[in-house]
């Protein structure tokens, strides 16, 4: 059985930096692509970074320079590092993992930066 879960969400003031950490289970985790995606009320989910099985790393425009995403084949692992939070990157944050037609979501953390 496939478990994604993420946690490291939390309260945080503008400037401030988090850490989100996703472990998955039941998947030969180096050969899937994995991606942070986040949700913000009323909005669609999007894209925020993406490493794939070979650490190519892609962002949003949105985060660059202020987000790195990557990764721990031997843990099982995929980080998010967020530096510099703004009210703007409030939202739940979703671990995706993502082989071929296989994907998986994780249940999401909330990180919220208040204005």
């Known amino acids: 059985q496939v478990h994604v879960v993420e946690s490291g969400g939390g309260l945080v003031q503008p400037g401030g930096s988090l850490r989100l950490s996703c472990a998955a289970s039941?998947?030969?985790?180096?050969?899937?692509?994995m991606g942070w995606y986040r949700q913000a009320p009323g909005k669609q989910r999007e894209l925020v970074a993406a490493?794939?099985?070979?650490?190519?790393?892609n962002y949003v425009d949105s985060v660059k320079g202020r987000f790195t995403i990557s990764r721990d084949n031997a843990k099982n692992t995929v980080y998010l590092q967020m530096n510099s939070l703004k009210p703007e990157d409030t939202a739940v944050y979703y671990c995706?993992?993502?082989?071929?037609?296989?994907?998986?979501w994780g249940q999401g953390t909330q990180v919220t930066v208040p204005s």
């Open positions: 995706n993992a993502r082989y071929s037609t296989l994907g998986y």
């Open positions: 490493i794939t099985s070979d650490s190519t790393t």
């Open positions: 039941g998947i030969v985790f180096r050969f899937y692509d």
